[in-house]
């Protein structure tokens, strides 16, 4: 009767490639527990690598309609849109969340990158203001500010945002990671090199940091 147990087991199937197995634990993790959110959703993403999208869409419209704000289950929706090409759908999605639930930090984070990604980098700049200043200690938002200098050529204000980041988490990866970058951008070498070597000490099968590495 305990879910737990059934859903390692479909993430073990996971781990192992075996998608016809994880569906299986999945499955029976419902049966178990009809409105388990985490099979719900990973039988979602089975759906949606599969590439039946429908079938995806309506785990997730399941969760939504009863859990209007499950964060996880608005970006996996968020996930799908774009590997369907939607990426105004994805920015619609995101959007309208932060202003119903504008407690759901995780969509905003999501919101402030994805805006980035996609070169709307004002918007993506307003949005990772508004979250620092709901919640100062955002990791995410001073990231995406960063990214947001960078972007314009303000190398020294993209260092600082960074800074803080690091400051607020000293093994923030992708912090690390953007700070080699900025450093680069900057000509130092050797600086750069040194969050390179942090990257690898923190994720030793990081491939990209071991391929800067060599490249340093």
Do not use: W
């Not at 590439?51 to 608005?74: Q, W, Y």
């Amino acid at each position: 009767s305990d879910p737990e147990p059934l859903l390692a087991a479909a993430y073990i199937e996971i781990l192992e490639k075996n998608l016809d197995g994880a569906e299986q634990h999945y499955r029976r993790t419902m049966t178990v527990c009809p409105t388990n959110i985490p099979a719900r959703i990973g039988l979602a993403r089975i759906y949606s690598e599969r590439g039946e999208v429908e079938e995806a869409a309506g785990f997730l419209r399941s969760i939504l309609k009863n859990n209007p704000t499950c964060a996880d289950a608005i970006l996996e929706t968020g996930n799908l849109l774009y590997r369907q090409g939607k990426r105004r759908e994805v920015i619609d999605l995101y959007q309208k969340t932060a202003s119903l639930y504008p407690e759901l930090y995780s969509v905003r984070e999501e919101l402030a990158g994805f805006l980035m990604r996609m070169g709307r980098v004002n918007e993506g700049y307003d949005a990772a203001v508004q979250l620092i200043a709901a919640n100062p200690e955002n990791t995410a938002a001073h990231l995406a500010l960063a990214e947001s200098f960078l972007d314009r050529g303000y190398v020294s204000l993209a260092e600082d945002y960074t800074r803080k980041a690091l400051r607020l988490n000293p093994n923030l990866v992708a912090g690390h990671r953007l700070m080699a970058r900025i450093l680069m951008k900057k000509g130092d070498l050797n600086r750069s090199l040194e969050y390179f070597k942090r990257i690898a000490t923190i994720l030793p099968e990081d491939i990209e940091s071991q391929l800067r590495l060599a490249f340093c």
